[in-house]
């Protein structure tokens, strides 16, 4: 996961990404990069951590002059989280600067790379948005546009791209649109983002989404379809849903916040505790869905749960150590809402389990009498190999233990999963329009071997921003 964002046509471009990536900070908190482009010549800054820090000198933006930017906040799925790979990745084709911004993850990234090194190709990142670059750069297509639809016929997976060339933008998604990538306009100046929350944020109107397939380049005449690469069934990430995407989001077409409460009510006629005396949410991502579960159970629906909001995301940091401490520091109990109380905990997603069963821990300490868990997604056995950070089956939990195993592993009352028709059933789109693998194990694609976390021993220890 990783959010994107473009900027065409505004003087102040490095400021309008910069803010388009401050509302999609949810998306990736490792690092964060934005490249602009003056009369041809192309600056850029990029820096671990969030957003507001590798910014935080007013001075850092105002040196990225130009009416064009694109740019990335980082989440690494493929490579390692050292700086070099923070984006957008910024190269020369043919003495011309080009940066990209991926979000997504290719599967058939290894046998590429490696034919590409055997080649002669030097990889100066262990990305899989490197591999896209060197492609192009193999074109021979004259236009930028068609370089980058050569590329894309060769890569699988799932791919939300902007690029920034001396053309102008490029955008591109993949057939299957599995990452969200929406289009709008602020007056005269052109936005391109993972997420609508960034539009919302600097007053864009959202126009509509990139369609799966669609290669589209924005100059100063305007946008156009350029390319349309080979039609594919479709596979939307359906946990985009549950969990990643903001509520106020538009993600596929459909408002998240009104999915998630649907998801509730789903849940909740699914696995009622009549007995229950409150329903909580674990911060902020099961918020909108608890209320569609309190509504449809009729449960009084409380906040029991503080989160700082100054910690990261739990199961986005990458290393387990990290992990285990950011749950410690992000969720405190209101006990006077607890106390002698029979809860019920929702939670959008059980993936490695810590911090659940911390919260069941903090959540009877407050002096619950029963806590009962209910998870607004299928128990998610399966790696996914498309973007989301849960890679191997060692690391979920429930492709190593049953639910009752999981339950007693918790110390809850009782704990149930939404099962998968009940989720498809409140989709507003076919099911069929979605990847599930996770749940079901059924990928849309075989993911070739070696794809997925890589860590390549290149021995560049960073790209210093500038
Ligand atoms: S495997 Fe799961 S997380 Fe990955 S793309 Fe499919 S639905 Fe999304």
């Not at 599967?107 to 060197?134: C, P, W, Y």
């Not at 959202?206 to 924005?218: A, F, L, Q």
């Amino acid at each position: 996961m990783c959010g994107i964002i473009g900027i065409h046509g505004n003087p102040e471009a490095s400021t309008l990404a910069y803010l388009g990536l401050y509302a999609q900070q949810h998306r990736g908190q490792e690092g964060a990069g934005i490249v602009t482009m003056d009369n041809g010549v192309c600056h850029r800054h990029m820096g671990d951590g969030l957003v507001s820090d590798v910014y935080a000198d007013p001075a850092t933006l105002a040196r990225l002059s130009g009416n064009i930017a694109i740019g990335h906040t980082r989440y690494s799925t493929t490579g390692d989280i050292e700086n070099r790979n923070v984006g957008p990745l910024y190269f020369n084709i043919d003495d011309q600067p080009v940066a990209i911004a991926h979000n997504g993850n290719l599967v058939n990234m290894s046998k590429t790379r490696r034919e590409l090194q055997q080649a002669g190709a030097l990889f100066q990142t262990s990305t899989d948005t490197e591999l896209i670059v060197h492609l192009i750069a193999r074109s021979r297509r004259t236009s930028m546009a068609d370089r980058v639809a050569d590329a894309l016929k060769q890569v699988e997976g799932a791919y939300s791209l902007i690029l920034l060339t001396p053309e102008g933008l490029i955008a591109a998604r993949d057939p299957q649109g599995w990452r969200p990538f929406v289009v709008g306009r602020l007056e005269n100046t052109w936005v391109l983002a993972s997420e609508s929350c960034a539009l919302d944020l600097i007053g864009a109107e959202i126009i509509r989404d990139i369609e799966p397939g669609e290669i589209v380049r924005i100059d100063d005449n305007g946008m156009e379809t350029s390319q349309r690469l080979p039609k594919k069934k479709l596979n939307h990430c359906i946990f985009e849903y549950i969990y990643f995407s903001r509520p106020d989001s538009r993600i596929f077409g459909v408002n998240v916040d009104k999915l998630r409460r649907k998801i509730g009510k789903t849940l909740a006629k699914e696995s009622p505790v009549p007995a229950a005396d409150i329903a909580i949410s674990v911060p902020d991502s099961s918020n909108t869905a608890t209320i569609g579960y309190a509504d449809q159970s009729g449960t009084r629906h409380e906040i029991g749960l503080i989160r700082n909001h100054y910690v990261g995301r739990s199961f986005i940091r990458p290393e387990q150590k990290l992990r285990d401490l950011t749950v410690k520091l992000k969720f405190n109990t209101v006990k006077g809402v607890l106390e002698g109380k029979e809860v019920i905990i929702v939670d959008d997603s059980i993936v490695r389990g810590t911090t659940m069963r911390k919260l069941i821990k903090l959540v009877r300490e407050a002096g619950a009498k029963a806590v009962h868990v209910r998870i607004t997604s299928p128990p998610i056995r399966f790696p996914c190999h498309f973007g989301m950070d849960f890679p191997t089956e060692k690391e979920l939990l429930a492709a190593n233990k049953s639910v009752e195993e999981i339950r007693d592993w918790f110390g809850a009352d009782s704990l149930k999963y939404l099962s998968i028709d009940g989720l498809l059933q409140s989709m507003d789109l076919p099911g069929d329009h979605f990847c599930t693998a996770c749940f079901t194990g059924d990928y849309p694609i075989v993911p070739e071997e070696g794809s997925g976390k890589l860590m390549f021993e290149t021995g560049i220890n960073s790209m210093p921003g500038s």
